[in-house]
C-alpha cells in the first residue's frame, strides 16, 4: 500500500518547478500540507477541489512522512 500511494507523489521539472506534486496535477504535496495544517478536513479538501482524491491527501502525508525520516538534523544557521 505505502509504495502504491508514493507512486501518486511525481517530480517533474516542468510541472510546479519540479516540486512533488499530486499525480502530475498542479498540487504540490506542500500546498496540501498547508490545507491541512490551517485546519481543513480531508473532506473539506476533497469537497473543493473536485479532482483530489483521498489517497492523493494519504500520499501527501506519506511523502512528509518520508521527508522527516532522517537520523540528525543539523542547524545551517544561527
Keep these: ?3 502504491t500511494l508514493l507512486q501518486r507523489i511525481t ?3 516542468n510541472i510546479c518547478h519540479g516540486k512533488p506534486c499530486v499525480r502530475g496535477l498542479r498540487y504540490p504535496v506542500e ?3 498547508e490545507l491541512l495544517s490551517s485546519g481543513m478536513s480531508v473532506e473539506d479538501i476533497l469537497a473543493d477541489y473536485d479532482d483530489l482524491e483521498r489517497d492523493d491527501i494519504l500520499a501527501a502525508l506519506l511523502f512528509a512522512t518520508k521527508l522527516t525520516q532522517v537520523k ?3 542547524q545551517i544557521a544561527p
Design 31 to 33: 500546498f496540501i500540507l
Design 72 to 74: 540528525s538534523i543539523y
Design 11 to 13: 517530480i517533474d521539472p
Design 1 to 3: 500500500m505505502e509504495n
